[in-house]
């Protein structure tokens, strides 16, 4: 593997739209990931936010893979969990050690802010059986629900 793992900053507005191009292509969800994109203030405020955290996988000027994540403060200790919510790696990019590398370099990070556990949730479905490969080899599988349970959509300015 010779790409390189960058954490984003408040500055990589342009790189944190880039991933979010590529989640929209990887799962193929154009509708969830590119038909309201946010606004550059948006993602700013979103990468100044230090519980938010962006990786990419950067190879020749392009984002190969990223993973994005939310390190939770905990109330019955003091210490968090990071939960790994999105994680991709372009399709021709695959099976060479890139999504390994995201997941090393956020364990590096849960180490540095002291975290818990980093957390991550797959289905149960034959799309997600790499990702429960991968997963299978770093860390232990939980059995557990997993629910959605809506919120009253508010109306927004525009809608």
Not at 4 to 17: C, G, N, R, W, Y
């Amino acid at each position: 593997m010779r790409c390189q793992i960058v954490h984003l900053a408040e500055t990589d507005v342009p790189l944190l739209q880039a991933i979010n191009g590529l989640f929209g292509t990887v799962f193929a969800d154009p509708e969830n990931y590119g038909s309201h994109p946010p606004s550059p203030g948006y993602l700013q405020n979103l990468l100044r936010n230090p519980g938010f955290i962006a990786l990419a996988a950067v190879e020749d000027d392009e984002v190969i893979g990223a993973l994005a994540a939310y390190e939770l403060p905990k109330f019955e200790q003091e210490r968090s969990e990071i939960y790994l919510y999105d994680l991709a790696v372009a399709g021709s990019r695959r099976r060479r050690g890139v999504a390994t590398a995201l997941i090393e370099r956020l364990q590096a990070i849960g180490a540095e802010r002291g975290a818990h556990v980093l957390y991550v949730q797959a289905d149960k479905n034959p799309e997600d059986q790499p990702a429960i490969e991968l997963y299978s080899k770093l860390g232990n599988l939980e059995d557990v629900f997993h629910f959605d349970i809506p919120v009253p959509r508010q109306p927004r300015a525009g809608d």
